[in-house]
């Protein structure tokens, strides 16, 4: 059946496309020590892919497949590996920073209706994807007022928070989440990777509250020594993070026997996974009564 691409608007084939890149989801199957996903809205079924959703024309997919490559390359691999903390970046990751959120807004947009945006902030929605839809198709220099943020995310080894949910490290080094944030005067699209963090702004009061982390059009550096956040935004990633915990204890006890199960099948490979690591991050943060009180079950 022929549709129109979300992008471009030509009629064609659309391809079945990942809101999220799919080498994010292969990295984390292979990571994972057990070789399955498992979803935080769905977390009763092992799921072996993202989201998925017909959009794009194969011109465009092949647009958005260009940018993730690079990304992957460049910053993806190498932070999950460990090995560099500092990335030089071309064009293309402003590119690759719009089109995720893009794909996020729109997809979150299809679903709900930002139902919970008061007007103004829905006009502001549909602004930001317009302008983001004309600067990946190059009709626009840049993203205007709908700037990109991404910072690389680290364990945590030390903190001054109160109440820090005991799976931060967890959340931070290994979860997928997207969402669009909002209050009544601001909003932004929110994009959480394994050990990044992307934000797309639909409209943010005081931009300048953001330091360090605004992706430039054509080049830079991504890992700046010092990072500033507003309070909110590491409030909201704390939020984010409880949530993540509570989806994660609703987990069925039949559910919970079958992971146990393939964790016991794959101990050794267990032991030198990706996620023994993030977890041993928790455990030194924390303490291994408050990390296993909550996982008592997973
Ligand atoms: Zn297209």
């Known amino acids: 059946m022929k549709r129109n691409c979300k992008l471009c608007n030509q009629k064609g084939n659309l391809e079945n496309s990942h809101i999220i ?26 799921v072996q892919d993202g989201l998925k959703e017909y959009w794009l024309c194969p011109t465009c997919e092949d647009l958005f497949q260009k940018w993730e490559t690079e990304f992957a390359k460049h910053i993806f691999h190498p932070i999950v590996k460990n090995n560099k903390n500092q990335f030089n970046y071309g064009p293309w990751l402003l590119k690759f920073s719009v089109s995720l959120s893009w794909r996020v807004l729109l997809f979150i947009k299809e679903k709900t209706n930002l139902s919970n945006f008061p007007q103004k902030l829905k006009n502001e929605a549909n602004l930001a994807l317009k302008t983001w839809k004309k600067f990946l198709l190059d009709k626009e220099p840049n993203p205007k007022k709908y700037q990109q943020h991404m910072l690389p995310l680290n364990a945590i080894r030390s903190h001054s928070f109160d109440n820090l949910p005991s799976n931060m490290n967890r959340y931070l080094l290994r979860s997928v989440n997207i969402d669009v944030a909002n209050n009544t005067k601001e909003a932004f699209v929110y994009i959480k990777l394994p050990r990044i963090l992307l934000t797309g702004f639909i409209h943010i009061e005081k ?6 982390t605004i992706v430039h059009v054509k ?14 935004m590491a409030d909201y990633l704390k939020k984010q993070a409880d949530k993540s915990k509570s989806l994660n204890k609703k987990i069925s006890e039949k559910q919970r026997s079958k992971i146990n199960e393939t964790y016991k099948k794959n101990i050794d490979k267990f032991a030198t996974s990706d996620t023994f690591a993030a977890l041993q991050h928790d455990v030194e943060l924390f303490g291994e009564s408050k990390v296993f009180d909550l996982t008592k079950s997973s």
Do not use: H, M
């Open 21 to 46: 890149p799919s080498f994010i989801y292969k990295w984390l199957k292979e990571s994972s020590g057990t070789g399955y996903l498992r979803f935080g809205q769905t977390p009763n079924k092992r």
């Open 219 to 232: 080049k830079g550096t991504l890992g700046a020594d010092r990072y500033v956040l507003p309070k909110y």
């Open 207 to 212: 931009p300048r509250q953001w330091k360090n």
